[in-house]
């Protein structure tokens, strides 16, 4: 007899079904099709999809660690544009290192909600078998080579990675994560140094959010910005506003299309901010009120919430369906993941490199 499937398991069906059609089924421009083979999250719709299920799944991380006891996380909230934008530009044969608030990069690429729970809190069905926690989560099969929770230690891997790719004539470029608070490190200057010197085909996504762990960005660096230090190296560098998904969408098209033809490096900055606190649960209870509020009033999924209504690309009855389904899924990888098992004892020492 065939088992029948649970309700937590027929949702993330559900989820896994749409992706792979949404694959098939797009069509366009020799671009734009190199895009959706590895990526279908081009289109405005599923932009807004994509960043309704990384809020719902990071304020699930909040409801959660909440509760406690839960491991702690960094999440990214507010910082979703960015994420889904650049993922959207990125190709299969491409390659992503990332920092420690990576929920976004990884849901942008097509990781399982579920298994991504089941990592962060422990269980052998987790990406890395509940060995890495959040900090550390890598998806070979979705070529999410790294997480790093070490501040800046993804850039000179990132270098490391392009540097292979180039002397083993691979396809594809390197798309690398990190913070403002990164980049007021040596290893940026050493890694984007390189990278230039050596022609490497690195894209480089400072996620500028103003903050810096506990610390605001004022406090450390002069200037607001990141993107124009790449005229010190002979790379371009451009900043964009990072709560815009289409902008942060063409902009970082054009730059991995610089990437691809060039094998130059590309710094993009996406000009962002952190709305939740640096580590959960914990609100941005450190922020200036005026600040915060009015990067609030620049949250990107209610601006394009905004702009697909006024352009009449989106009802609001469509919408609700959209936050309903990113619900029912975030509620669908929780009961996998609590249904997980716990790794087994002989298994701690496996797959472990020191």
């Not at 699930?60 to 702690?72: D, M, N, R, S, T």
């Not at 190709?91 to 976004?104: K, P, V």
């Not at 009855?317 to 997980?340: H, L, N």
Request: some cysteine; overall charge negative.
């Amino acid at each position: 007899m065939k088992k029948r499937p649970r309700p937590a398991d027929a949702i993330l069906t559900l989820f896994r079904s749409r992706r792979q059609r949404m694959v098939r089924g797009r069509c366009g421009s020799e671009e734009e099709d190199a895009v959706s083979s590895s990526n279908p999250v081009a289109g405005p719709i599923e932009m807004l999809r994509q960043m309704l299920l990384i809020r719902a799944y990071e304020m699930k991380i909040v409801e959660l660690g909440g509760k406690g006891p839960f491991p702690h996380v960094c999440t990214c909230v507010g910082q979703e544009a960015a994420a889904v934008g650049v993922v959207a530009a990125l190709r299969e044969e491409d390659r992503i290192l990332t920092n420690h608030r990576s929920a976004g990069h990884l849901l942008a690429r097509g990781a399982d909600p579920g298994r991504m729970l089941a990592e962060v809190m422990g269980r052998a069905t987790g990406y890395c078998k509940g060995k890495s926690g959040t900090l550390h989560i890598s998806a070979k099969e979705l070529g999410v080579l790294l997480t790093s929770t070490i501040v800046g230690g993804e850039l000179s891997l990132a270098t490391g990675v392009a540097l292979s790719k180039s002397m083993l004539k691979e396809k594809g470029i390197v798309a690398c994560f990190f913070g403002d608070g990164a980049a007021a490190e040596g290893i940026f200057h050493e890694s984007v140094n390189l990278a230039s010197v050596w022609d490497l085909p690195v894209l480089y996504v400072c996620e500028n959010n103003h903050w810096q762990a506990f610390v605001h960005r004022d406090e450390t660096m002069r200037g607001a910005f990141i993107a124009p230090r790449a005229a010190a190296y002979g790379i371009e560098g451009l900043t964009v506003d990072g709560n815009d998904v289409e902008a942060v969408h063409a902009a970082a098209l054009e730059a991995a299309r610089k990437v691809r033809e060039t094998s130059r490096p590309f710094l993009l900055e996406t000009y962002t901010y952190r709305l939740r606190g640096h580590m959960e649960p914990e609100p941005a209870a450190g922020a200036d009120p005026k600040e915060l509020e009015h990067w609030l009033g620049k949250d990107p999924i209610a601006r394009m919430k905004r702009t697909l209504l006024e352009r009449g690309e989106a009802t609001p009855e469509d919408i609700a369906a959209m936050e309903a389904e990113a619900d029912a899924v975030v509620d669908a990888a929780e009961a996998f993941a609590a249904a997980s098992p716990m790794p087994a004892p002989e298994e701690l020492t496996t797959e472990v490199y020191a």
